[in-house]
T-cell receptor
Framework: GAVVSQHPSRVICKSGTSVKIECRSL??????MFWYRQFPKQSLMLMATSNEGSKATYEQGVEKDKFLINHASLTLSTLTVTSAHPEDSSFYIC???????????FGPGTRLTVL | AQSVAQPEDQVNVAEGNPLTVKCTYS??????LFWYVQYPNRGLQFLLK??????LVKGSYGFEAEFNKSQTSFHLKKPSALVSDSALYFC????????????FGAGTILRVKS
């Protein structure tokens, strides 16, 4: 149990377009989901925390109008990169946590390349 | 503020030898500590965690880690390394009084050579 999926696994888009990434908990209800960004050969940087049915909490320096997060249900969170630019190219990873749980379960990641 | 340090960018080990990947942490309260492994272009896989109880924690794939409060360390160990253990390893800490956030170390590349 505790499987998290992400879709798509890889996306290439033109500069100025918006890209939506989905994160799903397949076999459990995720009251909290997290979105991370990872640059090559670097650690994961938390972008935002989202609780089901409420607005996401963004980390300092993360533009909430640029990275739109929606956590509409207990099994789905989406991250939309609006008006993407080449500097937004990165590996985006989500994770999910059960209510009262200590552990985060990670998705396989989405590689975004903005041309 | 909570933080995690992984002092080694890379660890090289011969297959069959024991391995250690180091991690030290800083957190104001009693920490929740985690180890994750990442293979190229993949998400993180959970290895083990320390919440409370025995200081020696056993996890997946034969890995274990020892929580040392006095040294604020949580080193990852395995008695006999496999070539397939080669990957990127992350230590992470969560302050139970600091909300839901996990703070990750910079990561350590483990290379096991046959």
């Amino acid at each position: 149990g505790a499987v998290v999926s992400q879709h798509p696994s890889r996306v290439i888009c033109k500069s100025g377009t918006s890209v939506k990434i989905e994160c799903r908990s397949l076999d459990f209800q995720a009251t909290t989901m997290f979105w991370y960004r990872q640059f090559p050969k670097q650690s994961l940087m938390l972008m935002a925390t989202s609780n089901e049915g409420s607005k996401a909490t963004y980390e300092q320096g993360v533009e909430k109008d640029k990275f739109l997060i929606n956590h509409a249900s207990l099994t789905l969170s989406t991250l939309t990169v609006t008006s993407a630019h080449p500097e937004d190219s990165s590996f985006y990873i989500c994770s999910a946590r059960r209510r009262g749980g200590n552990e985060q379960f990670f998705g396989p990641g989405t590689r975004l390349t903005v041309l | 503020a909570q933080s995690v340090a992984q002092p080694e960018d890379q660890v090289n080990v011969a297959e069959g030898n024991p391995l250690t990947v180091k991690c030290t942490y800083s957190v104001s309260g009693n920490p929740y500590l985690f180890w994750y492994v990442q293979y190229p272009n993949r998400g993180l896989q959970f290895l083990l965690k320390y919440i409370t109880g025995d200081n020696l924690v056993k996890g997946s794939y034969g890995f274990e880690a020892e929580f040392n409060k006095s040294q604020t360390s949580f080193h990852l160990k395995k008695p006999s390394a496999l070539v397939s253990d080669s990957a990127l390893y992350f230590c992470a800490v969560r302050d139970p009084r600091g909300g839901n956030k996990l703070v990750f170390g910079a990561g350590t590349i483990l290379r096991v050579k046959s």
